[in-house]
């Protein structure tokens, strides 16, 4: 299983072919520590059967780490004598980076997701709490005893503040409601809609 050719792509992609020639493919220099790769690999050798896109990867002279893909097929002379393989090396190095960066990105945009949420989650907090406040004291004053108020002025405030706390309320739930459907937890709710209120509500 020792390198006896070697095309001249594939030498000034690895190593000088005087480096190469003698060498076993898990000889290469210099290699991860990690040689388990090779195990099932060097027992379809040793049974002189054929393989497919066997992928190794190994730190090329400039400290860069390198993949490869092989494939070949076993050689046999006249009398059915094992003489070697014969095959082709790809370099796969620029595709597995690329997917490697690809799980990179996509591992970074769910962490994004999920600090997303959690703000989320931590501002409708925030602003529940005093929208509370606000609309339970507007309703307590809209409901008030009559009289209670010597100024009409009085009822037309207390109504804006009630309107703009359910206003911002509404804007937090569907901020809320934005976030259930990238996580893909919304359901549809059906409901019929008062078109003269909705058109007053976007005047106002």
């Known amino acids: 299983?020792?390198?006896?050719?070697?095309?001249?792509r594939n030498a000034s992609s690895l190593f000088p072919r005087s480096r190469l020639i003698g060498l076993k493919r898990w000889e290469l220099p210099p290699f991860r520590n990690d040689r388990s790769q090779f195990e099932v690999?060097?027992?379809?050798?040793?049974?002189?059967?054929?393989?497919?896109?066997?992928?190794?990867?190994?730190?090329?002279?400039?400290?860069?780490?390198?993949?490869?893909?092989?494939?070949?097929n076993p050689v046999f002379d006249r009398d059915g004598n094992f003489k070697g393989y014969r095959g082709t090396t790809t370099d796969i190095t620029d595709q597995v980076e690329g997917i490697e960066d690809l799980k990179a990105a996509t591992a970074a945009a769910e962490q994004a997701n999920i600090a997303k949420s959690e703000f989320l989650a931590n501002?409708?907090?925030?602003?529940?709490?005093?929208?509370n406040a606000i609309i339970g004291f507007s309703d307590l004053m809209?409901?008030?005893?009559?009289?209670?108020?010597?100024?009409?002025?009085?009822f037309e405030y207390t109504d804006d503040i009630r309107q703009s706390g359910h206003h911002l309320l509404k804007i937090v739930n569907d901020i809320l409601d934005l976030s259930k459907v990238e996580a893909g937890q919304s359901e549809l709710d059906e409901a019929p809609v008062d078109i003269p209120d909705l058109v007053r509500t976007t005047i106002r």
């Open 123 to 131: 501002m409708s907090h925030e602003l529940r709490t005093p929208l």
């Open 1 to 8: 299983h020792r390198y006896t050719y070697i095309s001249d």
């Open 142 to 154: 809209m409901n008030a005893t009559p009289g209670a108020f010597t100024k009409p002025d009085y």
């Open 41 to 72: 690999h060097r027992e379809t050798l040793s049974r002189h059967e054929p393989f497919r896109r066997f992928e190794y990867d190994y730190v090329d002279n400039n400290g860069r780490r390198q993949y490869r893909q092989t494939s070949g």
